[in-house]
Each structure stands twice: as C-alpha cells, then as structure tokens.
C-alpha cells in the first residue's frame, strides 16, 4: 500500500505564507515525479507544482514567483512554500505522486487527501 501524508495548510490572510509537506510511505521501489495539485470550488483540479525525479521543477503560470516546490523524490518528500497568497489561491492542495511499487512494475499515480487552504481578504 502507498499513502501521501499533507501536512499544512489552514487560514491565512492576503499577501500571507503557508507550507505544505507530503511524505510517501509505504511500498515504493522509486518515485518519478512528485508535487502538488489544487481544486478550487466548482473549479477542476490543477497542477501548481512538481518535481522530477532528475531535480528539475515546473510551475503553473499563476503561481511563478510566488510558491517555491522543494524536496527530493528520492527522500519521498516534498514541500510547498507559499507566499503572497491570494483569495484565489483558496482550494484544496493535493499531493501527488508519479511511482512504481516494485521494479520492473509500470507506474502508478497517487493521491494524498489533501488539505484545505483559505486565503481571506
């Protein structure tokens, strides 16, 4: 079995800062890509940031500057630093992870629970 833990999140005024964290458990033989999500209300769920398994990372155009995706997919964690928060950065953040359960398996692709982050303006 495989989990995403979040961590973080919560109620944070405009122009403010949070942090998220994922850790992946469980069996894991190598994690491809890792990063997170986010589903605004009535809204599809969008990618805001990840990162390969090579160190290199990509950012949603609308969070550039802002969040800064930091971690290793070898230590099977992940953070998010989030700054100059937005009312529309309000949504559900959620972990994500691109991974083969053993070797020689194909990958599989898992989601955390995700945590609820409010931006109040």
């Known amino acids: 079995q495989v989990e995403l833990a979040e961590s973080g999140g919560g109620l944070v005024q405009t122009g403010g800062s949070l942090r998220l964290s994922c850790v992946a458990s469980?069996?894991?033989?190598?994690?491809?890509?890792m990063g997170w999500y986010r589903q605004a209300p009535e809204k599809q769920r969008e990618l805001v940031a990840v990162?390969?398994?090579?160190?290199?990372?990509y950012y949603a155009d609308s969070v550039k500057g802002r969040f800064t995706i930091s971690g290793d997919t070898a230590e099977r964690r992940v953070s998010l630093q989030m700054n100059s928060l937005k009312p529309e950065d309000t949504a559900v953040y959620y972990c994500?992870?691109?991974?083969?359960?053993?070797?020689?398996?194909?990958?599989?692709?898992?989601w955390g629970k995700g945590t609820l982050v409010t931006v109040s303006s």
């Open positions: 469980g069996r894991i033989h190598g994690i491809n890509i």
């Open positions: 994500n992870a691109d991974l083969w359960a053993f070797k020689g398996g194909s990958p599989m692709n898992y």
């Open positions: 990162v390969n398994s090579d160190g290199s990372t």
